[in-house]
């Protein structure tokens, strides 16, 4: 099975955002910074869905947690308890 290349715009080098001047450029800009984070959380995920190497579902999720095959597991917010 052949591995997806990915494409150089999916690496961006970050920059660095000026120093604010006051109060409500400094709220505005960590507003800026949290969105700038989801964006590129969007990104990753979007990258990964594209790949097809994610897997849903409960029983799955356990199988790769036991074999070591997983490297991130995300579980929602509107998550039913363990069984």
Not at 7 to 31: E, I, V
Not at 64 to 71: A, C, D, I, M, Y
């Amino acid at each position: 099975q052949e591995r997806p290349t990915f494409s150089s715009h999916a690496r961006k080098k970050r920059g660095t955002a000026p120093a604010p001047t006051n109060l409500a450029a400094g709220m505005s800009a960590k507003a800026s910074k949290a969105s700038k984070n989801a964006d590129s959380i969007n990104a990753r995920l979007q990258l990964v869905m594209r790949s097809g190497k994610y897997m849903l579902g409960y029983k799955t999720t356990l199988k790769s947690l036991r074999h070591g095959k997983s490297k991130l597991i995300l579980i929602a917010n509107n998550c039913p308890a363990l069984r």
